[in-house]
């Protein structure tokens, strides 16, 4: 039902920026709870953010606080991941997805069964 497409990966240097995309279509964009994943290789998918439907309340994973920026613009259906002080670390396939639930949960977000709706992921890597 729900099709989701990231762009805007690529190369980036270390201490750079570099901002990713996802659009939605097929679904009722502002009634979901919007996530981002990576994926380096040869390691787990492993939750980046997710952002609220409504308020547009944020929670980050410790690895990327204070340096990812995760927001929404519902009248593009696009989700955004702000990458700013990028490390080699965050070299990674990143994918986002959608919760038709609609709330981003402290103890809950992390968890990849509970998006319905998965992008293709686009490739971030971290060099100089």
């Known amino acids: 039902q729900v099709q989701l497409v990231e762009s805007g990966g690529g190369l980036v240097q270390p201490g750079g920026s570099l901002r990713i995309s996802c659009v939605a279509s097929?679904?009722?964009?502002?009634?979901?709870?919007m996530a981002w994943f990576r994926q380096a290789p040869g390691k787990k998918r492993e939750v980046v953010g997710c952002?609220?439907?409504?308020?547009?309340?944020?929670l980050y994973a410790d690895s990327v606080k204070g340096r990812f920026k995760i927001f929404r613009d519902n009248a593009k259906s696009t989700v955004y991941l702000q990458m700013d002080s990028p490390k080699p670390d965050d070299t990674a396939v990143y994918f986002c997805?959608?919760?038709?639930?609609?709330?981003?949960?402290?103890?809950?977000?992390?968890?990849?069964?509970?998006?319905?709706?998965w992008g293709q992921g686009t490739t971030v890597t971290v060099s100089a």
């Open positions: 952002i609220s439907k409504g308020d547009s309340s944020t």
């Open positions: 097929g679904g009722t964009f502002e009634h979901y709870a």
């Open positions: 997805a959608a919760d038709s639930m609609g709330r981003c949960y402290r103890t809950a977000y992390y968890y990849t069964e509970r998006y319905e709706w």
